[in-house]
């Protein structure tokens, strides 16, 4: 007789603040939607979803060893500074987590952590942002806006680099 034992699948949602793809031990995000899509070793089709929690952690527990594919519904306004899915093989007595600690096995289970390489499991996003400003005549030339008559058709150029590392250049 054969019996595989049960798995799961443990993540967490992040703010990437500085866009770097990289957990600076910055804010978690609760109340995102990750979704678990798959096969299980028997050939049945999985579809899942759950919401992070108050820590933006996400579990998909009772999963039979199969091959699975975790994605994120990044938040209105954010875009992903990571991988928005993951490809993952749940095997028999595997609990795959983002943290150590992160399945809480009890002692004397059977079943077996094992720690995916950051950011495996991990969804960061960032949210935009933008740059407002106008520009005057100074009528007296005091370099204070003095209800001066506002200027338009003028081209503001915006250059720099991007938390990601890309040169950003707008007109």
Known sequence: FGNPFLGSIHGYKFEDLNANAADDTEPRLPGVEITLTGTDGMGNTVFATTTTDANGEYAFTGLMPGDYTVTE??????????????????????ELVALPGQAQIPAGDPRIEVVQAFPTLVFGNTFLGSIHGYKFEDLNGNGVDDTDPRLPGVEITLTGTDGMGNTVFAT
Not at 80 to 88: C, E, F, S
């Open 73 to 94: 519904t990044p938040p209105a306004g954010s875009v992903p500074t990571t991988a928005d899915t993951y490809t993952v093989t749940v095997e028999s007595r595997q």
